[in-house]
């Protein structure tokens, strides 16, 4: 091979060397640039993912979520319940929080928590074993109240008329949100349906609310009472729904509504159950007097016969089976009746006497006698 020959082969083997080099190079540089991304993007997002699980689940709100934690609860166990409740963002940061601040002995027992609180207040509370945030005031809202008288109640609490809560309420924009959020309790074709007066009728729980912020809006406090009547609800769907007539959720707050209005007692509410069922068997219908005074819509402290003669999908002597809708709240025991009505009793008729006392019977011949003895 000549000289000339032999550099020129050897300058191409050292440019092809330094162009092969030149090459690694550049991989190896995108491969450090992409790792070192990679580390940083993940930094980041590590960073900010536990910044956020630091924070309240929801700084703007301030409804309680009544929470037990059980006796010998570990932080592990704590923790999950949290998250479940929706209380922290996530209860492995949560237990880390904990372990990396040694904070230990949290107690068991009843809490209210709201989503606005922070981790350390929501470790505060679990260790003293009482709220840490006072709410600013309380709302008691009866069993057996009707939507406007709920919106009377909380006018007198609030800034916000009985008017304005009645409009919200009423709103159908609205009310289709909480059918979408509570799709278990509220339905569509039923409480939006041509005859309900409201839509929400008897789906705002009787209970003692609590609110963390002095000027909660109407949307907060129906919402929180909603909700409430969907963790009510929910435990008992299923003995509810094997009673008869009882096809849905709607027919079942119904049929609560009515023993609410109809007894004091979770005996008798159990019994007056009872004898409402065994009416469907009898195809007999209910003829309860509170669904009259809801259809004139009115309080009247004695009901007319002229007055069971009104056309009213409510009037439950006008119409066979239940009304169309519920005629007012309840508390959870007319609920419970509801679900679990009174056995082995054959009874069709009952009646009240001045003093609240009810009197029950198998037969009309038998009704008109206990009718004379403690009415007429």
Do not use: C, W
């Amino acid at each position: 091979m000549s000289e000339s020959n032999f550099k020129n082969n050897y300058r191409e083997r050292l440019k092809k060397r330094t162009e092969e080099a030149g090459t690694v190079r550049k991989i190896v540089a995108i491969i450090l640039t992409a790792l070192i991304l990679v580390l940083i993007i993940g930094g980041l997002s590590g960073y900010f993912y536990i910044k956020s699980a630091l924070e309240p689940v929801d700084p703007g709100d301030d409804s309680a979520k009544n929470i037990e934690i059980p006796l010998g609860s570990s932080t592990s166990q704590i923790a999950s319940i949290l998250e479940q409740n929706e209380i922290i963002k996530n209860d492995l940061v949560f237990r880390f929080y904990t372990k990396f601040n040694n904070e230990s002995g949290f107690q068991a027992g009843n809490y209210q928590f709201t989503q606005s609180m922070t981790l350390d207040e929501i470790i505060e509370s679990l260790k003293s074993g009482k709220l840490v945030k006072a709410p600013a005031f309380k709302v008691t809202v009866p069993e057996g109240k009707t939507l406007e008288q709920i919106a009377e109640i909380y006018a007198e609490e609030t800034e916000f008329t009985k008017e304005e809560f009645m409009e919200k309420v009423n709103d159908k924009k609205y009310v289709k949100k909480l059918i979408e959020k509570y799709p278990e309790l509220l339905n569509e074709e039923e409480i939006l349906a041509e005859d309900v007066r409201y839509p929400l009728e008897g789906y705002l729980f009787a209970a003692t609310y609590s609110f963390y912020i002095d000027n909660p809006s109407i949307e907060q406090i129906v919402d929180m009472m909603v909700k409430k009547t969907d963790e009510v609800v929910r435990p008992y769907k299923d003995d509810l729904l094997k009673q008869k007539n009882i096809e849905t959720v709607h027919d079942a707050v119904t049929m609560a509504s009515l023993l609410e209005n109809e007894a004091r007692t979770k005996e008798d509410r159990k019994k007056i159950a009872r004898v409402f069922y065994n009416r469907f068997e009898e195809g007999m219908p209910l003829q309860t007097d509170p669904t009259v005074l809801y259809a004139l819509g009115k309080h009247k402290e004695k009901v007319l016969y002229k007055d069971l003669e009104i056309e009213s999908p409510y009037n439950t002597y006008y119409v066979e089976g239940l009304p169309v809708g519920p005629i007012s709240n309840f508390n959870k025991n007319a609920l419970v009746a509801a679900a679990n009505p009174e056995e082995d009793e054959n009874n069709l008729y009952f009646l009240a006497d001045s003093e609240g006392n009810i009197y029950y019977a198998e037969t009309l011949k038998e009704h008109n006698k206990l009718k004379e003895k403690h009415i007429e």
